[in-house]
């Protein structure tokens, strides 16, 4: 008899519902409509390879990036998805310089915006790495019915009502959270449903793992550069060295230490001064993840969820994972500035 006590995606928000007293079920219903375009998008990677859907579409994005085919078709699944849910009144993307104001009726009524990667990691596509979606959701802070302002969108991460990401690896999963710790939800594919496999997420508060690009080692700060060598050194306890995984895809990096305990840094270089990862749609939902779970993000100097966003493709040096690791590289950062 096979088990049918499951818990899909859909059941899951709406007992979480009563979370919110005073809710009339907007978020729900947003969130429902991520999963679903969560879906779509997967679909179409798992054929990847099979389709002429790899490769570059031809065009370049905001970032001067060229943009893979299947970014552009994450892009318009979420935001079409969004409008459609009728509680979103814009979105920002990682694809579209400006954030996109939905003029819709019932769209402008929506009570929220949503700031989204839709494909993160995307030039792993060809080779067959996991790539992800990352998304924040905020209360919009102008009137209903307003048309939504730049403002909307830069506000500071510990004003995010929600916010997760989706992993398209071995199995694909969203996890998520609403401020209420975290949940996890794979995909049975045999159902087409998310189902909840992660219960009440909790990431360890020491780890063992960090993950860095040591390729760009040599323009690191000299805090990192000595952090590293902490990190790779013995110590009495034989807890260090630490083991390094690097993937190179953020959400699978990050989803990884979440769940056996490390740290992810993606720090500024002298090449990219300012780091890599974008703080409004990269680093702010993941930290927030991260601290939904017991774990912590930082610039390096102060929480990345205090930071106030300038614009909306800013950029952030990006340490997050395990709460003793996340201190741990503050202090050498500290030190060594
Ligand atoms: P993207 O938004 O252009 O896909 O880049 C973001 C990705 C992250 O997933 C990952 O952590 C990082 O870039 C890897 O960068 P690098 O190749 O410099 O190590
Ligand atoms: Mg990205």
Redesign the pocket.
């Known amino acids: 008899m096979e088990n049918y006590n499951i818990t899909t995606l859909n059941d899951f928000i709406i007992l979480k519902q009563k979370d919110f007293p005073y809710a009339k079920g907007e978020l729900s219903s947003l969130l429902h409509h991520i999963g679903t375009a969560a879906k779509m998008v997967n679909k179409k990677i798992s054929k990847a390879g099979l389709i002429d859907i790899i490769g570059s579409s031809g065009e370049v994005n905001v ?1 001067g ?1 060229n943009q893979q085919k299947l970014d552009v078709y994450a892009d318009q699944v979420f935001i079409r998805s969004l409008l459609s849910s009728g509680e979103c009144c814009g979105v920002a993307t ?1 694809e579209n310089e400006n954030e996109i104001v939905f003029s819709d009726t019932n769209a402008s009524e929506g009570k929220y915006v949503v700031c989204i ?1 839709p ?5 792993n596509i060809d080779f067959n790495v996991s790539v ?1 979606t990352i998304f924040s959701i905020y209360r919009r802070i102008t009137q209903r019915g307003e048309k939504v302002r730049n403002d909307d969108f830069l506000q500071e991460g510990t004003k995010q009502v929600a916010a997760g990401y989706i992993i398209y690896g071995s199995s694909t999963m969203l996890v998520y959270s609403t401020g209420f710790g975290v949940n996890g939800f794979t995909l049975d594919p045999s159902i087409g449903e998310f189902c909840l496999s992660h219960p009440d997420i909790k990431t360890p508060e020491d780890g063992s793992i960090y993950s860095v ?1 040591e390729g ?1 080692y040599i323009h690191f700060p000299e805090g990192v550069k000595k952090y590293i060598k902490y990190c790779q050194e013995i110590d009495k306890d034989s807890v260090r060295p630490y083991t390094s995984r ?1 993937i ?4 699978s ?1 990050f989803h990884r230490n979440l769940l056996k305990g490390g740290i992810f840094l ?1 720090p500024e270089n002298e090449i990219t001064p300012k780091g ?3 703080l409004v749609y ?1 680093c702010n939902p993941i930290a927030f993840i991260a601290s939904q779970a017991g774990g912590r993000a930082t610039n390096g100097s102060i929480s990345i969820l205090e930071i106030i966003p300038s614009s909306l493709h800013q950029r952030s040096p990006f340490y997050a994972g395990s709460k003793n690791m996340v201190n741990k590289i503050e202090e050498f950062l500290h030190q060594y500035r």
């Open positions: 970032h990036e990682e990667d494909l993160d990691g995307s030039s992800g690009n760009n690097y190179g895809s953020l959400v990096d993606y890599k990862l974008r990269e």
